[in-house]
């Protein structure tokens, strides 16, 4: 683990000792459980957008394209009467494509991802209202498509099924990041796009590429959230999740100038976000101080993050 | 011959870490004076510009104005003497007007505690100044929408509005055309009779004859010679330029040491490639086997954009390259690499190097593909393959897992060779191959160009370094605006005969 991992992971053990020995609830099988369900659902797509931010690149579209895609699978399954098996690929297909719309116009276009993704943050919020005429859309008691509500809120031997899912799709995004080809040229995009070209890495493609895949994960993790709360409101549903994806790559080690970031850091990072959302709902602090106290924690562990980097160049340098 | 010279220079030396720059040298000027000053890509031209600008220190040596002496320690203090100084990237910012550039730094201002922009004043100051040089440029108007000569104007104009009663331009006319170049020629007679000392550096022979009462010759960081009014012609210029000792140790390259290898045939022709920024301009060259031609010329002479063009960097407007006879066009550095044909860039950290990452991970970038299996790299055999590049070049690191940004400027342009060498590389492009690269490794490179070549590799060198390019070519291309002006052969090939016709 590099010292980037090992310092998050710290913090979140610190954090969790601390919240544990406050609230002994926090222990307790069904938060762990909750907790772990949360962790995967928003791992998920915080491993896609940390692929992005590898590059240099952002995404700022993943909560409206949760609440598109979330909308659209109700309306796929409930009104239109779409089989899961059609509906659960063609929800996760157009995750990628729009990920692929955002990669065209940012790669051939050099529009900015921020300008790009800002607009599909837009967009697809306003698309998604439209098409479910501002209609909570649901699933009722999910009949016929059981087996994806079981994806979202089931278990396999006690693990929530969404950590399940994380872990599966985080060891295959960590050997694709780490071990392959791919990989390799993402990084090297974003440490150097010039030079990566200049060695005759296609950098266009590898840089759509992490949209593509930004897009692929946010469309699992839609499916995941739209059963997790089976209640999806066209104009809050995901209201702020591009927010935790970057959160959770930045703590865990995502550099915003590219080039730096691994998976076991995004998903730690993740997981932070959560134990601080819980640490608020266990430990009797008002709910409407949720995004303060992640924001002072994040905070306060970049500063601590900082000093030790300096002494410990400072003595290097002496 | 006025007496009233406004700056005087003597003695100034100059050293950086392994390399004198100024030694010794002296100049001076008088007001009503353009005086020019020449001399060959690293003769010391720059430094002493600088020194003059207040942008470096002298180590010795004494600079007068008016006959006192001064010391410049910032640009400020230049500024202040009434030394403008016209570098040759326009210092000027696009986003503002051209009476807020010329009053930059000195806006003028309301009296009282907000520090309001006085706009009137500042326009009534833009436009005198612009005036001195006979130019028509609004005050209110945009500098982003200038042309470049413009812009170069508007420095001049700011230099002027400064007070500057000697003004210094860095090679003012390297990005202008004809026009451009005969109009900023007029204003500079005209500051002239105004009184103004003008200190004209310039590669540009011809305009130095149009437009210098004298020109002084640098070489190798010192006077090479002073030529006054009259005395001024081309070929004597060319010849103080160059004109040398051969150098120590300095080996020329003896005939290829495979006389087949070196066959007759070209195999790799450049077929009147026009590049994007001389598109009116087709280049031809043709490359033997085993051959290492060299590629000379002045700084913009259009070397670089011809080798970008070659290996699909920047691709061409028009034109193509044969390799053994196939016709080929890049779109990209990849499809070239495919074909074999590589490129060593010029600005290593720019375009060549991932500074942060490890030597093993820059070596086997471009090849990363022959290392994995279904996409999943192969570490043992990454690393085995960057550990044999790496030590067959004798790269200087503990090991192959440090980043490239610890080594030296030598081991770094080994880090960037070892990549193509072990791709069996049919025609390699080397742009400035040595650029601040120490005398050791530098004969290291030598040797690897020569291996490359004696292996029947066809060997483009963009040097501007004349040395190198007499010491390490077999046939020598000089360029000059985007125009191959001249092939020498070997024999043929002597610095002054490369100088005349780079300047041509």
């Known amino acids: 683990m590099s010292r980037k991992e090992l310092s998050v992971l710290g913090l979140l053990v610190a954090l969790c000792a601390i919240v544990a020995f406050q609230s002994p609830q926090f222990l307790s099988a069904g938060n762990i459980q909750n907790m772990a369900r949360l962790i995967g659902t928003y791992g998920i797509f915080s491993i896609g957008v940390g692929m992005v931010i590898i590059t240099g690149g952002i995404d700022l579209s993943i909560g409206s394209v949760c609440a598109l895609l979330g909308v659209l699978l109700s309306m796929m399954l409930v009104e239109w009467r779409w089989p899961a098996a059609v509906a659960v690929p063609a929800v996760i297909v157009l995750g990628a494509v729009l990920g692929a719309a955002h990669g065209l116009l940012i790669t051939r276009l050099r529009l900015q991802p921020f300008i790009v993704t800002l607009c599909g943050l837009l967009l697809y919020r306003g698309i998604a209202r439209y098409i479910a005429a501002d209609v909570t859309k649901g699933f009722g008691a999910a009949t016929g498509f059981e087996w994806v509500r079981s994806l979202a809120s089931g278990s396999l031997a006690g693990v929530p099924m969404p950590f399940v899912l994380l872990l599966a799709i985080g060891a295959a995004a960590a050997v694709l990041l780490h071990q392959s080809v791919y990989g390799r040229y993402l990084f090297a995009v974003g440490r150097n796009a010039e030079a990566a070209r200049y060695a005759g890495v296609n950098t266009r493609a590898v840089t759509a590429g992490a949209y593509v895949l930004s897009g692929l994960l946010t469309g699992i993790s839609a499916i995941l959230i739209a059963f997790y709360t089976n209640s999806i409101s066209p104009s809050s549903h995901g209201n702020f999740y591009e927010l935790y994806a970057i959160a959770a790559a930045v703590v865990g080690g995502c550099s915003l100038r590219g080039g730096e970031g691994s998976v076991v850091g995004i998903i730690l990072g993740a997981a932070l976000l959560q134990v601080i959302r819980n640490l608020v709902n266990l430990m009797d602090i008002p709910s409407s101080l949720d995004f303060a106290v992640m924001g002072a924690v994040i905070l306060i562990g970049a500063i601590a993050d900082e000093l030790v980097r300096s002494r410990a160049a400072g003595r290097g340098g002496a | ?504």
């Open chain 2, 1 to 504: 011959m006025t007496t009233d010279r406004v700056l005087q220079v003597s003695k100034i030396s100059k050293r950086f870490p392994g390399v004198v720059a100024l030694d010794g040298v002296a100049l001076d000027v008088a007001a009503g004076e353009v005086l020019a000053v020449v001399g060959e890509n690293g003769a010391g031209k720059s430094t002493l510009m600088k020194i003059l600008a207040g942008v470096y220190r002298p180590d010795a040596g004494e600079i007068q104005v008016d006959g006192h002496t001064v010391a410049l320690h910032a640009p400020s203090d230049a500024t202040r003497l009434g030394i403008g100084v016209i570098h040759q990237e326009l210092e000027v910012v696009d986003t503002l007007d051209v009476a807020a550039n010329i009053c930059l730094g000195r806006e003028r201002l309301w009296g009282g505690p907000l520090q309001l922009l006085d706009r009137r004043r500042m326009d009534a100051e833009a436009a005198a100044a612009l005036a001195r040089l006979g130019v028509a440029i609004a005050p209110r108007t945009l500098v982003g929408d200038l042309s470049t000569a413009e812009r170069q104007l508007v420095t001049i104009a700011r230099a002027l509005a400064m007070q500057a009663r000697i003004l210094i331009l860095d090679e003012p006319t390297s990005s202008l055309g004809l026009d451009d170049t005969n109009r900023l020629l007029q204003v500079i007679r005209d500051l002239r009779t105004q009184g103004v000392a003008v200190i004209y550096i310039s590669h540009r022979l011809a305009e130095v004859e149009a437009i210098a009462d004298r020109v002084v010759v640098l070489r190798d960081g010192r006077n090479a010679g002073v030529l006054g009014h009259g005395a001024i012609a081309r070929d004597v210029v060319v010849r103080m330029m160059v004109d040398r000792e051969v150098r120590p140790g300095g080996t020329r390259r003896s005939a290829p040491a495979d006389p087949s290898a070196a066959t007759s045939d070209a195999c790799f022709v450049i077929d009147a490639l026009r590049t994007q920024r001389y598109p009116y301009v087709p280049v031809s060259l043709s490359l033997r086997r085993g051959e290492i031609l060299g590629v000379a010329g002045l700084i913009g002479s259009g070397r670089t954009e011809l080798a970008e063009a070659i290996c699909g960097v920047t691709p061409p407007r028009a034109g193509s390259v044969r390799l053994d006879g196939e016709v080929l066009r890049f779109a990209s550095p990849r499809a070239a690499i495919d074909r074999g044909i590589y490129l060593v860039p010029e600005d290593r950290r720019h375009a060549g190097l991932m500074d942060v990452a490890t030597i093993r991970e820059n070596i086997t970038l471009p090849a990363l593909r022959q290392h994995a299996r279904g996409g999943i790299i192969r570490r043992r055999a990454e690393a085995d393959s960057a550990r044999r590049a790496a030590t067959g070049l004798r790269v200087k690191a503990p090991s192959i897992e440090v980043p490239v940004a610890q080594l030296s400027g030598g081991n770094q342009q080994k880090v960037v060779l070892a990549r193509w060498l072990s791709l069996s590389p049919r025609v390699v492009i080397f742009d400035e191959p040595t650029r601040g690269i120490d005398v050791g490794a530098r004969a290291e490179i030598y040797d690897v160009m020569r291996g490359l070549a004696a292996a029947g590799a066809a060997i483009l060198m963009v040097s501007s370094d004349i040395e190198e390019i007499l010491d390490v070519s077999d046939r020598v291309a000089v360029m000059h605006d985007g125009r191959v002006t001249g092939i020498l052969d070997r024999e043929a090939c002597t610095a002054e005969r490369v100088m005349q016709l780079a300047v041509a």
